[in-house]
């Protein structure tokens, strides 16, 4: 039998080893226990056409409106079309959907830029909860060797440049474990930001991995902020589900401000609705704007919004009667390991599954409720190719079609030392409050220069004495220095990526950016 080793615990990783477990040896590795992961925590749900009122074309059409004209068709079209099957998926594994009051249908929410109620939830909003645990559940059934509290360091290759294994740090110390193929389902990178929705785990080891195995990296410079996360220290999300049962947003004066700023008001890409807080914000010296949804009644909000009525409560919040302060954050990563439409990546045998990839799925700017569906299906593709031979073009075949606007030669930054003129061992706070304060919700060349310039001061903690958070930051130095050059090489403004100094979208510009490692 042939051997696999998944990485990563969220809904990607967890099907992928429960799927591939049919036919492969698996180890599954995670970074904290199996139920730590971005899944988690998420809330809305997941989206999927399941309603006869509803279409596939019109899901397609939702998500590439929202990507910001920048989507990869033949991505999204996989995306919509296999998403109903997945939710079968699910509900065999054991999720319970809610369902309205009769018991009959799903019962379905609206989330921003979507035309039709096509959420799926669980547990009111804590659907990503309920979906992980079912698939905890699922992967101790199966033979999987797990290993939990195991960092992956990095990937190993053999003189082929294929893989041939993973080189782990866990209580007992660095080791590798050789196997014939690697699905990465690492997820993302809130942890970049100052202010993030994601957990501790999300510092973006896989993709860091990756790039320094030499794989293609794509549209690092769409990062999402979530329009909403709860204006208190952690960023508590504060689902955009609640604006899909008709909360508003108020400036301190309250009044509401998206009606001036998109005809779809709240429920405006979130890319529009979050730079629209800020603006207000800026307006207003920096005070958080307020969430109304006192409208929809104290003992609504708490049968179909648990999650948030105790998150809230324990803040000392009433939001049943007073609107809440909130504020954006950063949420979701567009860019990520390229792959194709089986989470192939340009090195043979690691695939790139969930967040960690980038299959040009959600272009520019995410469709919310995109990102749990997004897992699944791709995580499906690529055990479905497991045993058939590599491709020459694998994740070529996206830029061959859209063409490249620029390809960035990265030296490694997690290799760098004080010979090369990095003075000082990268500082975590200090990096995340750069990126928050230069290459956040709004950029400019100015900005961007001057957090190149105080990231190449920068270099990770000596490789001997690391412990897993500087593994972590020498991950995050790297990721934060991918993004701030591919955000200074695109010159204009679309979705996720805003720029003072190029406000407009460029249509000549509709092309992704890639990032290789500079050979040394
Ligand atoms: C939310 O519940 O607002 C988050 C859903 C998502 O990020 O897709």
């Known amino acids: 039998m042939k051997k696999l080793v998944v990485i990563g615990s969220g809904i990607a990783g967890l099907v992928a080893a429960v799927e591939a477990s049919r036919t492969h040896e698996v180890v599954l590795v995670t970074k904290s226990v199996l139920a730590e992961s971005n899944t988690h925590y998420a809330q809305g749900g997941i989206a999927a056409v399941t309603s006869t009122e509803d279409s596939i074309a019109e899901h397609v059409a939702d998500t590439l409106a929202a990507g910001a004209d920048y989507c990869y068709e033949p991505a999204v079209r996989v995306l919509c079309e296999d998403g109903p099957a997945r939710i079968n ?43 992980s645990n079912a698939l905890v ?10 290993h939990e509290h195991t960092f992956v360091s990095d990937i190993v290759l053999g003189s082929a440049g294929q893989v041939v294994g993973v080189e782990l740090i866990d209580a007992a110390g660095k080791h590798v474990i050789e196997c014939d193929a690697v699905i990465l389902a690492s997820g993302g990178a809130g942890q970049l930001y100052r202010h993030t929705t994601n957990p501790a785990v999300t510092t973006g080891d896989g993709v ?60 405006a890409p979130r890319d529009v609705v979050a730079r629209g807080i800020q603006s207000e914000m800026l307006a207003q010296g920096g005070q958080p704007v307020l969430l109304d949804a006192t409208g929809l009644g104290a003992e609504f909000l708490a049968k179909r919004f648990p999650s948030i009525s105790a998150a809230t409560k324990a803040y000392g919040l009433d939001w049943g009667r007073t609107p809440i302060p909130v504020t954006p954050a950063a949420h979701y990563w567009m860019g990520g390991v390229a792959t194709d439409i089986f989470g192939r990546t340009s090195v043979p045998g690691l695939f790139a599954v969930g967040e960690v990839a980038c299959t040009g799925a959600h272009g520019a700017n995410r469709l919310a409720s ?29 830029f061959n079609e859209q063409g490249i606007l620029a390809e960035i030669e990265l030296a490694d930054p997690s290799s760098r ?16 409050t750069l990126m928050w304060d230069n290459v956040g919700l709004a950029r400019s060349g100015e900005l961007l220069s001057s957090t190149r310039h105080e990231l190449a001061r920068w270099r990770p903690a000596a490789a001997e004495n690391r412990l897993f958070t500087d593994w972590e930051d020498a991950n995050l130095l790297v990721l934060a220095t991918a993004v ?14 805003f720029r003072l100094d190029y406000p407009a979208t460029n249509p000549l510009m509709a092309k992704p950016i890639t990032i290789v490692r500079k050979a040394r």
């Open 89 to 131: 998926d699910l509900v065999n594994f054991g999720v319970e959907f809610d369902r309205n009051p009769d018991g009959t249908d799903w019962a379905l929410g609206l989330e921003a830029a979507h035309s039709h109620a096509r959420i799926l939830h669980a547990g009111g909003d804590t659907t990503g909860a309920d979906i």
């Open 137 to 146: 559940r699922a992967v101790r059934t199966v033979a999987a060797d797990i």
């Open 208 to 267: 860091a991995a990756a790039f320094r195995a030499g794989a293609e990296l794509a549209d690092v410079e769409f990062y999402q902020f979530h329009p909403t996360a709860l204006a208190v220290p952690g960023s508590f999300l504060i689902s955009e589900a609640v604006r899909g049962e008709g909360a508003v947003l108020l400036n301190k004066r309250g009044e509401r401000f998206m009606q001036k700023l998109h005809p779809l008001a709240e429920l």
């Open 370 to 398: 995109n990102s749990l569906l997004e897992s699944i299906v791709f995580s499906h593709r690529a055990v479905s190719v497991l045993n058939e031979s590599w491709p020459k073009e694998a994740s070529a075949v996206r």
């Open 417 to 432: 030392t004080a010979a090369d003129g990095a003075t000082a061992v990268v500082d975590r706070v200090e990096l995340q």
């Open 484 to 497: 701030t050059e591919a955000a200074l090489a695109r010159t204009e403004s679309r979705g996720g990526h």
